[in-house]
């Protein structure tokens, strides 16, 4: 045979199969897009010019291994779908002459003629989108670019590299496929089906006893470094567990309710419920891929939504004031030759300082096991608890500080402290420093005064409010006395001082760079001495507008990530959904055709398919529902670690995803439904 034959073979078993091959191209080929796409802006994408481009494309470069994972599995397990439909024509050729080396040969044109397809469409479609990915990019960042169209020639050859590669293992598992199965086995195959599985329940206990497990640490976590080392053990035990109750769970649920007489002896749910055990080893992997992807869709886009909305608020609470400078040095009086620079500085850009706020600081790193605070990590193995999730940060200043803050008149003795916990909880009466004393506690509702750092800090806080300044240097010098025995650097009290200006974030960010540049030239010329001979303090300075670009590219960032990973994981849930409908119609099409020949009536079909629809297919919606709700204490945390600290507005954004997404997955169903309905019905025959 020519190899011209062989081309029109496949050509037309593409054409003949377009209902299953075309939503398999189009997949391929949005996929071989959005990989383009994320590869081109992660590392061939111009941000130089942008403030924070450099930060995107580290996270675009990360998604680019993601997708490129995500779609090797994810192609290769679609695939399976049309080698199953296509084994009783592979037979038929097989019958009439056709050697298993000639059907090889049919199915490596087609293969070749799907990845030319899918390779040069996707990669066209990927240069056109490209740069629209890119406008919106920048503009995420607030920068500006012209619409020129560039064309990578090194994402080119990655991309169109990667999909034939995943192409060429496809076809290899296609043809090892035709080669094991004999001619008889494929021209039965449709009819063979599965077994109907035993109820396995020891994997359903095992899935239940999983996911119980995975639902409590996701719960129970009150700390955010403990959430962040959590979230990913939790997130396998809940893949695992959701295949184990899917797969032998619902066969066990299914064999209960067949148990039920009431419910089993209806026209209705007799046939759906038959069906579905007799196949269900396939369908729960099905409907549990469902559900892991409708998962990943919600968590990626609600989250990343979140914290993008959240941009700003992040900024405020990051950078109290436009400028802010900490002083720190033995001896702290000696900051005032810095605030005359500061003045001087303003004066020269005709500028004022606003809202001024200056506070005494002291801040320590330490450990925390329920009310005792330890200077030393040795001492936490005999406390029992882990470094990682005792670390806290400690910021305490004296009371007459927060009460010139605050506008109050409180008052304290010297064994009582105000505690406000940030980033953590603290339920206890009192409260033990090492070495320090003990303190009787009143646990503050809102921050007593404003640390940047700790917004940014990966470790919760302890805010802290003592009597006077005598309690200050205690701890300062006990903690000084801890770390000299460690060989660790000594703390000192520090002085923080912010400003707010009333121009724009371009000038702050000029101003700002001038007392950089002064600071650091006072420091040089008096080799860090001042007139009377004493140390210069050590100083810190922060600008919010600086910071407000970090935010934003960071923010953005992930926000133009997790949309991309979630059309990503939204594709893949389309494409199994369609699928799982399509296969499922041709398997009961006969099942269905011969019941309608021996009496049943077109009604009472539709009630049975509605009566399986019901059962089955909308548990992977509800079970990722009730995986959010559960995952939301841990994913709260993680993005309190990033600044997102609004958890009404996480829960309003996560429910309104959510029944977006609802609704969508609610649309798709009624759109491939019909084929399965028109399958059904005989309307298409085969």
Same mark, same amino acid.
């Given at each position: 045979m020519k190899g011209g034959f062989y081309i029109r073979i496949a050509r037309d078993g593409i054409m003949k199969n377009r209902k299953l091959y075309f939503p398999y191209i189009l997949t391929c080929i949005c996929m071989i897009m959005m990989f383009y796409i994320v590869y081109y802006l992660g590392i061939c994408a111009d941000f130089t010019q942008v403030r924070g481009g450099d930060m995107l494309k580290s996270f675009l470069g990360l998604g680019v291994f993601v997708i490129a994972i995500f779609s090797l599995i994810f192609l290769y397990y679609t695939n399976s779908f049309l080698i199953r439909r296509r084994q009783k024509e592979f037979g038929l050729y097989n019958i009439l002459g056709m050697g298993k080396r000639n059907l090889v040969k049919v199915l490596v044109w087609e293969n070749m003629l799907t990845a030319v397809i899918s390779i040069a469409a996707g990669l066209v479609l990927g240069i056109l989108f490209a740069k629209l990915a890119e406008l919106a990019s920048i503009r995420l960042l607030g920068g500006e670019t012209g619409f020129t169209i560039h064309v990578d020639k090194r994402a080119l050859i990655v991309t169109a590299a990667l999909f034939m590669a995943i192409f060429l293992l496809i076809m290899l598992r296609m043809v090892f496929y035709i080669f094991r199965l004999r001619p008889v086995e494929l021209l039965k195959s449709e009819n063979v089906g599965e077994k109907p599985p035993k109820a396995n329940w020891v994997l359903a206990l095992l899935g239940a006893a999983l996911l119980i497990c995975a639902y409590y640490l996701a719960v129970a976590v009150?700390?955010? /470094?403990?959430? /962040?080392?959590?979230?990913?053990?939790?997130? &396998?035990?809940? #893949?695992?567990?959701?295949?184990?109750?899917? &797969?032998?769970?619902?066969?066990?649920?299914?064999?209960?309710?067949?148990?039920?007489?009431?419910?089993?002896?209806?026209?209705?749910?007799?046939?759906?419920?038959? !069906?579905?055990?007799?196949?269900?080893?396939?369908?729960?992997?099905?409907?549990?891929?469902?559900?892991?992807?409708?998962? /990943?869709?919600?968590?990626?886009?609600?989250?990343?939504v979140c914290l993008w909305v959240q941009t700003?608020?992040?900024?405020?609470?990051?950078?109290?004031?436009? &400028?802010?400078?900490?002083?720190?040095? !033995?001896? $702290?009086?000696?900051?005032?030759?810095?605030?005359?620079?500061?003045?001087?500085?303003?004066?020269?850009?005709g500028e004022?300082?606003?809202?001024?706020?200056?506070?005494?600081?002291?801040?320590?790193?330490?450990?925390?096991f329920q009310d005792q605070i330890t200077l030393r990590w040795d001492h936490l193995a005999s406390l029992g608890v882990g470094e990682m999730e005792a670390m806290r940060a400690l910021y305490i200043i004296p009371l007459d500080e927060y009460n010139r803050i605050s506008g109050g008149n409180r008052e304290l003795s010297g064994?009582?402290?105000?505690?406000?916990?940030y980033k953590t909880d603290y339920e206890y009466d009192t409260l033990t420093i090492e070495e320090c004393g003990t303190w009787n506690v009143e646990v503050l509702d809102s921050e007593p005064f404003s640390v940047g !750092?700790?917004?940014?800090?990966?470790?919760?806080?302890?805010?802290?409010?003592?009597?006077?300044?005598?309690?200050?240097?205690? &701890?300062r010098e006990t903690c000084n006395k801890i770390a000299s025995d460690s060989d660790m650097s000594l703390n000192y009290i520090e002085e923080n001082y912010g400003i707010d200006l009333a121009c724009d974030d371009e000038k702050q960010i000029e101003i700002y760079n001038t007392m950089v540049e002064r600071f650091s030239a006072l420091a040089e010329e008096n080799d860090g001495m001042t007139e009377d001979g004493a140390d210069l303090p050590h100083y810190r300075l922060d600008s919010k507008a600086l910071?407000?670009?970090?935010? #934003?590219?960071?923010?953005?960032?992930?926000?133009?990530?997790?949309?991309?990973?979630?059309?990503?994981?939204?594709?893949?849930?389309?494409?199994?959904?369609? $699928?799982k409908q399509i296969s499922e119609g041709y398997e009961d099409q006969n099942r269905f055709d011969i019941l309608m020949k021996v009496g049943m009536s077109r009604k009472e079909v539709r009630q049975s398919i509605n009566s399986q629809v019901l059962t089955v297919f909308f548990l992977p919606l509800i079970t990722a529902g009730v995986h959010l709700a559960f995952a939301f204490p841990l994913i709260s945390m993680i993005l309190l670690l990033m600044s997102a600290t609004e958890e009404s507005l996480l829960i309003i954004v996560t429910v309104c995803c959510y029944l977006i997404f609802a609704l969508f997955y609610v649309i798709v169903y009624g759109i491939t439904s019909r084929s399965y309905y028109t399958i059904i019905s005989g309307k298409e025959k085969r």
């Open positions: 009150i700390d955010p /470094m403990s959430a /962040m080392v959590i979230f990913f053990f939790a997130v &396998i035990m809940v #893949i695992i567990a959701t295949y184990f109750l899917f &797969i032998a769970g619902s066969v066990a649920l299914c064999k209960l309710l067949q148990k039920k007489k009431n419910y089993y002896y209806k026209t209705k749910h007799f046939v759906s419920l038959s !069906s579905m055990v007799y196949r269900m080893k396939r369908n729960g992997a099905g409907l549990a891929s469902i559900c892991i992807l409708s998962t /990943m869709v919600l968590v990626t886009v609600s989250s990343t700003e608020d992040g900024v405020q609470k990051r950078y109290p004031h436009d &400028i802010m400078m900490e002083f720190t040095s !033995s001896d $702290y009086s000696e900051t005032q030759v810095y605030k005359e620079l500061v003045d001087g500085v303003l004066t020269e850009y004022t300082a606003e809202a001024e706020e200056t506070f005494h600081l002291y801040s320590a790193g330490a450990y925390q064994d009582e402290m105000l505690v406000y916990p !750092s700790a917004q940014a800090d990966m470790v919760g806080s302890l805010f802290m409010v003592v009597k006077d300044m005598s309690v200050m240097e205690q &701890i910071g407000r670009t970090d935010y #934003i590219s960071i923010n953005g960032g992930l926000f133009f990530l997790g949309v991309m990973l979630g059309t990503v994981f939204l594709f893949g849930t389309v494409l199994i959904m369609y $699928y």
